[in-house]
Nanobody
């Protein structure tokens, strides 16, 4: 079973930046497709970004131009760099493995990391 631990959330003012990290306990991390998801209060969980094992990426329209997803295979870690944050980005952020090609989450959920953006 793949286990993930998210970190890096916090409280930030609108326009600010945060970098989230997701540490993955899997020796074959480089073969995994990884995604970042978020869940705002009273809303469903949505996919924010995906990085495929080959390195190509997907970003939701709501975050294009502001967020970047990357990975460090040597550290078994996937990152989400979030710039120009908006109050509507407030949510608990989770990472998970995802299936090719539809990006459906496929592993165990971690505890998530809270991101709060104040106006």
């Amino acid at each position: 079973q793949v286990h993930v631990v998210e970190s890096g959330g916090g409280l930030v003012q609108a326009g600010g930046s945060l970098r989230l990290s997701c540490a993955v306990s899997e020796r074959t991390f480089s073969n995994l497709n990884m995604g970042w998801f978020r869940q705002a209060p009273d809303k469903g969980r949505e996919c924010v970004a995906i990085i495929w094992a080959g390195g190509s990426t997907y970003l939701a329209d709501s975050v294009k131009g502001r967020f970047t997803i990357s990975r460090d295979n040597a550290k078994n870690t996937v990152y989400l760099q979030m710039n120009h944050l908006k109050p509507e980005d407030t949510a608990v952020y989770y990472c998970n493995t995802v299936r090719w090609p539809n990006g459906v989450p496929s592993g165990n959920w971690g505890q998530g990391t809270q991101v709060t953006v104040s106006s």
